[in-house]
């Protein structure tokens, strides 16, 4: 196939994908999620990763876990893409029989991108939500702060490494503000002249 093809049919697909999404937006509607990947994590367990678009000139990637078809983790942010970039694919590591799971882009397949613990549901970057006031008039809710959400993943990722020491694996800890492209792990450096 010609080289010259092959961009011009990564458009189409992508076109194809957001033609959709943009309509829906522009007629004021809030558009339905699109299905990029389901990854099977065994006995009826998966991770599932959507893409919908924002306001901005990005599209916004958020990841569900189902179990036995019922969702246990919805529309967890975790990255964007610029518009015109083609659909990544998706790569799933497993840890403890299974039960814990690492995503990472099929591009980057040592770079965990999502972690999931099934036995608890301990999911990152999934922020967790907390409520301030009980009083129903004034629910509203809070974040976790930045801080926690990567000590859990950070918690996650050494479980998941103990299991996987044949591989060499990085935790990217984006918590959604770069693109999934670009690679943004911070690798420690050890400053050689220090004594």
Same mark, same amino acid.
């Given at each position: 196939?010609?080289?010259?093809?092959?961009?011009?049919?990564?458009?189409?697909?992508?076109?194809?994908?957001?033609?959709?999404?943009?309509?829906?937006?522009?007629?004021?509607?809030?558009?339905?999620?699109?299905?990029?990947?389901?990854?099977?994590?065994?006995?009826? %367990?998966?991770?599932?990763?959507?893409?919908?678009?924002?306001?901005? $000139?990005?599209?916004?990637?958020?990841?569900?876990?189902?179990?036995?078809?019922?969702?246990?983790?919805?529309?967890?942010?975790?990255?964007?893409?610029?518009?015109?970039?083609?659909?990544?694919?998706?790569?799933?590591?497993?840890?403890?029989?299974?039960?814990?799971?690492?995503?990472?882009?099929?591009?980057?397949?040592?770079?965990?991108?999502?972690?999931?613990?099934?036995?608890?549901?301990?999911?990152?970057?999934?922020?967790?939500?907390?409520?301030?006031?009980?009083?129903? $008039?004034?629910?509203?809710?809070?974040?976790?702060?930045?801080?926690?959400?990567?000590?859990?993943?950070?918690?996650?990722?050494? %479980?998941?490494?103990?299991?996987?020491?044949?591989?060499?694996?990085?935790?990217?800890?984006?918590?959604?503000?770069?693109?999934?492209?670009?690679?943004?792990?911070?690798?420690?450096?050890?400053?050689?002249?220090?004594?």
């Amino acid at each position: 196939m010609n080289s010259k093809v092959i961009p011009v049919l990564v458009f189409v697909m992508v076109a194809v994908m957001a033609v959709p999404v943009m309509m829906r937006l522009g007629m004021g509607e809030k558009p339905e999620p699109v299905t990029l990947a389901e990854l099977d994590a065994g006995m009826g %367990r998966v991770i599932r990763i959507t893409i919908e678009a924002n306001t901005q $000139q990005t599209l916004s990637l958020h990841y569900h876990v189902m179990v036995d078809g019922q969702p246990t983790v919805e529309h967890a942010f975790f990255g964007t893409l610029p518009r015109t970039s083609p659909p990544p694919g998706f790569v799933l590591h497993t840890a403890e029989s299974g039960n814990l799971v690492g995503v990472a882009q099929a591009s980057y397949p040592d770079r965990i991108i999502i972690l999931h613990d099934f036995t608890n549901n301990d999911s990152w970057p999934m922020r967790i939500v907390n409520y301030k006031d009980t009083d129903p $008039q004034h629910l509203y809710p809070y974040y976790e702060e930045a801080d926690s959400i990567t000590t859990r993943g950070e918690a996650l990722f050494a %479980r998941l490494v103990k299991d996987n020491v044949d591989k060499s694996l990085e935790l990217l800890d984006t918590l959604g503000m770069r693109p999934l492209s670009i690679p943004t792990v911070q690798a420690e450096t050890g400053n050689p002249d220090a004594k």
